[in-house]
Nanobody, 120 residues
Framework: QVQLVESGGGLVQAGGSLRLSCTAS????????ISWFRQAPGKERDFVVE????????YYDNSVKGRFTVSRDNAKNTVYLQMNSLKPDDTAVYYC?????????????WGQGTQVTVSS
């Protein structure tokens, strides 16, 4: 069993930065690929980025490529999402999710989400 908790959300002006954290309980964190998703009001939940178990592999949605950077520290059971050059369109609830197979398959665990609001 893995529990995921997101943190680091908040209100920021356009052009600003935030760093989100996804911290997991349990000893098996390093066996999971971790993804970030986001959901804006009235919209579907969209994929943002995924990082493989060893952090060698990363895959970004085009909408955030060059602005967001994902990293992980398996010793701390944490994945980070550094978000720079934020835009109002980045406003959403951000969720992290875990799955065994990087790049494919269903997600086994989800966090509760953290709100990011970017003002213009």
């Amino acid at each position: 069993q893995v529990q995921l908790v997101e943190s680091g959300g908040g209100l920021v002006q356009a052009g600003g930065s935030l760093r989100l954290s996804c911290t997991a309980s349990g000893r098996t964190f390093s066996t999971y690929a971790i993804s970030w998703f986001r959901q804006a009001p009235g919209k579907e939940r969209d994929f943002v980025v995924e990082i493989s178990q060893s952090a060698i592999g990363t895959y970004y949605d085009n909408s955030v490529k060059g602005r967001f950077t994902v990293s992980r520290d398996n010793a701390k059971n944490t994945v980070y999402l550094q978000m720079n050059s934020l835009k109002p369109d980045d406003t959403a609830v951000y969720y992290c999710a875990a799955r065994i197979n990087y790049g494919r398959g269903a997600y086994d665990y989800w966090g509760q989400g953290t709100q990011v609001t970017v003002s213009s």
